[in-house]
C-alpha cells in the first residue's frame, strides 16, 4: 500500500459545519456522504445543511461584522493574522493536498 494510502485511511475528516465559532449538526441532524471518486469509499458524513442552517450562519457573519473586530485591526495586526494562517497551510499542506486529492 502507497504512503499516502496508509495516511488516507488514518484520516478522522471533520463534517460538521462551522458555523459561529463552534463545530455543529446540521439542523434536524441530516448527513450526506462525502464520496472519494478514487475508490468509492466514503470519507465521512457531511453536514446537510438547509435553509434553518444558512440563516444561522449569515446571522453569526453579520454579528462578527458588525462588531467591527476586524475592521479595528490596524494593518500590521491584519498582516500578522494572515501570516499566521498561510504558516498554519504550509505547516497542514500534506494533509490538506491528500484531502484535496481524496475529493476531487
Known amino acids: ?8 485511511a488514518s484520516l478522522e ?3 460538521r459545519a462551522f458555523i459561529d465559532g463552534a463545530l455543529r449538526d446540521a439542523h434536524g441532524g441530516r448527513t450526506f456522504d462525502c464520496v472519494s471518486p478514487i475508490d468509492g ?3 465521512t458524513k457531511v453536514a446537510d445543511c438547509g435553509e434553518a442552517d ?13 462588531a467591527g473586530v476586524w475592521a479595528g485591526l490596524n494593518p500590521r495586526a491584519r498582516k500578522a493574522v494572515l501570516l ?11 494533509e490538506l493536498s491528500l484531502l484535496e486529492t481524496l475529493d476531487a
Open 13 to 15: 475528516i471533520e463534517g
Open 1 to 8: 500500500m502507497a504512503d499516502w494510502q496508509d495516511k488516507a
Open 54 to 66: 444558512v440563516n444561522a450562519a449569515v446571522a453569526a457573519a453579520r454579528r462578527a461584522f458588525d
Open 84 to 94: 499566521r494562517w498561510a504558516a498554519l497551510m504550509r505547516e497542514h499542506l500534506d
Open 41 to 43: 469509499r466514503v470519507l
